[in-house]
Nanobody, 124 residues
């Protein structure tokens, strides 16, 4: 049974940092790409950052470049999203998703499995 479990969300002040984790089970983790997506109320789900199976190719949406860093530890079946210099516009539910191919895509419809999401709120 495939499972993705996110953790690390919370309330943080503008300029603060959070590290999200996505722990996977039930599939051969190092074969597949992982994406982080976010969705704020009333907005479309947005691809934030994606990573291929071997950590060779990474994507960031323009609004988070230079602030967010994605990484994966295939030995721990875990992908991380380090988020620095957080802004109120980053507030959303963050989801990780597995695309059962090695290379990432930013189209959330292509992802096969999703976690339950973790809330990130950036507010003073």
């Amino acid at each position: 049974q495939v499972q993705l479990v996110e953790s690390g969300g919370g309330l943080v002040q503008p300029g603060g940092s959070l590290r999200l984790s996505c722990e996977a089970s039930g599939f051969t983790f190092d074969y597949y790409a992982i994406g982080w997506f976010r969705q704020a109320p009333g907005k479309e789900r947005e691809g934030v950052s994606c990573i291929d199976n071997k950590d060779d190719s990474i994507y960031y949406v323009d609004s988070v470049k230079g602030r967010f860093t994605i990484s994966r530890d295939n030995a721990k079946n875990t992908v991380y999203l380090q988020m620095n210099s957080l802004e109120p516009e980053d507030s959303a539910v963050y989801y990780c998703a597995a695309d059962l191919v090695p290379s990432w895509t930013t189209n959330h419809h292509d992802y096969d499995y999703w976690g339950q999401g973790t809330q990130v709120t950036v507010s003073s």
